[in-house]
């Protein structure tokens, strides 16, 4: 609303691997550092200038982290032919009536909201990776979500990719957060059938005539559903 403008960097740094039984696969070679790949979000004013930021690694844990991606990327990770892609955010929502920033992060599937003013997360919202750091939500299921934005009735909505679920299905869903308990739940929903299951990409957002439109990502399908 200020005119600036809010987006996302890949911020790179080095740190031991993650706990797990790869360590002796990087011992054997000699490996104490990897390349690792979280985020940072920028505002740039209209000249360009960086006005402020906040980055993945000074808020959250590296004892966070998707073992999955891990152990499917070994080889890569630990012949330095790709970081570990620890984060992988992929939305950003900046929210003027709370004055607050929501994050996407899709490798730990997990919704966060930032306090503009301190950079402090008021609140964690998905899957667990560490006690007493998710506040509420780990019973929604979303993975590897997209697209996360504040609706006009003040509930959250994004596209539910549903890659680690079982079964994998994609989906568009929609969360009424009460922060005073604090909880969260689905008060709406919309799962795609098996056929257009889209692992990566996807977006879903509420349209003035009430209905929601839900583009498919790769499954390349887009759809207006009431």
């Not at 104490?32 to 985020?39: K, Y």
């Not at 992988?88 to 900046?94: C, E, L, W």
């Amino acid at each position: 609303p200020n005119g600036n403008y809010l987006g996302l960097v890949k911020e790179v740094f080095y740190a031991p691997p993650p706990e797990g039984p790869w360590l002796t696969e990087f011992e054997e070679y000699g490996i104490t550092e990897i390349e690792w790949l979280g985020d940072k979000i920028i505002e740039w004013n209209s000249e360009g200038d960086i006005v402020w930021s906040w980055q993945t690694s000074d808020h959250i844990s590296l004892e966070e982290f998707d073992s999955i991606l891990m152990e499917n990327n070994l080889d890569d990770i630990l012949f330095g032919i790709e970081g570990f892609d620890w984060t992988h955010s992929n939305a950003v929502f900046y929210d003027e009536i709370d004055n607050a920033v929501y994050l996407s992060i899709r490798h730990l599937s997990r919704i966060v909201k930032i306090d503009y003013d301190t950079g402090n997360i008021i609140w964690s919202m998905g899957k667990e990776f560490l006690p007493e750091v998710i506040d509420f939500g780990q019973n929604l299921e979303f993975s590897y979500q997209h697209a996360i934005k504040v609706l006009d009735n003040r509930n959250l909505m994004m596209y539910d990719n549903g890659n680690n679920n079982n079964p994998a299905v994609s989906r568009c869903i929609e969360i009424e957060v009460n922060e005073n308990i604090p909880s969260a739940e689905i008060v709406w929903e919309y799962v795609l059938p098996d056929s257009i299951f889209t692992s990566s990409m996807g977006e879903c957002d509420q349209l003035e005539n009430g209905n929601t439109l839900i583009a498919a990502g790769r499954a390349n399908y887009v759809l207006e559903i009431d």
